[in-house]
């Protein structure tokens, strides 16, 4: 990297990494990348998680001894899963803790449990597998993202379960998406520490040109203050790259006038760069539309093949 980093810019890897683990294959998509970006030395805490299964058959009480039957499966798929991924990581460097979570004794539900978890163990950053449309993506998809990212205490790192990882290597091409906002800045500041040696960084300030029904203002008269304001985020974004590597840009990219969002720009926006990692804030500044469709950053984990990093504070 650039001998000439700013000392305000951190570089150094999370070293306390909280690992969601299930048997399924966004899981273990989500510990390969995982694998990838943990730093030699650190920790790992793999959290396995049963699920009530009188929460998920509601009729439990009339078929309780079938439900315990299940119960006791279920807390063996954990284990399962937790041997499974701790043999994985074993030729790291790194120390590994598991822990297998009974909501049939513990209570609560998946999301607030891991939260909980991150939070008590003080993790520098949540990595999650997502299935699209069910299961973890629909943690950080429009207002669940509001509480989840208030309530959780560190980064998000959200693994699609299409997403394979190629090389077990940093990063080498980062899309950043920037609006001027202090989250978007935090990310920005967070993210380079992912970078692979001079890998490509690409910052991108979305102008939302689309017209919906929902806008009180004609886009037209909004674009330049959109114009104004991203140049700025770039101008802000641009040393922060430099600094990291040699291979950084910035660019305005605009939505398409119809059917078209800030959310489908910037995922389109990476799938052209072949990035290997998205990285934005959880809250920015879209004002109305944002309230009535959802976060910016909620769909792009709905609709990301890339993995997403979230950052909110």
């Known amino acids: 990297m650039n001998p000439t980093q700013s000392d305000d810019i951190s570089l150094a890897l999370p070293r306390r990494v909280l690992i969601a683990v299930d048997s399924s294959t966004a899981s273990r998509n989500a510990l390969a990348y995982a694998s990838s970006i943990l730093p ?154 992912f970078a692979a040696p001079d890998a490509s960084l690409r910052a991108i300030y979305v102008i939302d040109r689309a017209v919906r029904l929902s806008d009180f203002v004609p886009i037209d008269a909004l674009e330049d203050a959109f114009l104004d304001e991203g140049k700025h985020a770039l101008a802000a974004a641009e040393p922060v790259l430099s600094r990291v590597s040699t291979r950084s840009s910035t660019a305005l990219v605009k939505t398409r006038r119809t059917s078209d969002d800030v959310a489908h720009t910037i995922v389109r926006e990476a799938s052209n760069c072949h990035a290997q990692l998205i990285v934005m804030g959880t809250h920015g500044r879209r004002g109305i539309s944002r309230w009535l469709f959802g976060s910016v950053a909620g769909r792009v984990a709905q609709l990301a093949q890339t993995p997403l990093l979230l950052v909110g504070t």
């Open 40 to 193: 030699h030395g650190g920790e790992v805490r793999l959290v396995s998680v049963a699920e009530n299964p009188h929460t998920l058959f509601p009729t439990g009480r009339h078929v309780r001894h079938a439900l315990d039957s299940v119960r006791d499966r279920l807390l063996e798929d954990a284990a399962g899963a937790l041997e499974q991924a701790k043999a994985f990581l074993a030729p790291r460097d790194v120390r590994i803790e598991t822990e297998v979570v009974d909501l049939s004794k513990r209570g609560g539900v998946v999301v607030q449990t891991l939260v909980n978890a991150a939070n008590a163990w003080q993790a520098e950053l949540l990595v999650v597998g997502a299935h699209h449309h069910h299961g973890l993506a629909r943690w950080v998809e429009g207002t669940v993202s509001e509480g989840l990212t208030k309530l959780l205490h560190c980064p998000l790192l959200v693994v699609p379960e299409g997403y394979s990882v190629e090389n077990g290597h940093l990063p080498e091409k980062i899309l950043f998406a920037v609006d001027g906002s202090p989250h978007a800045a935090n990310a920005l500041r967070f993210g380079v520490r």
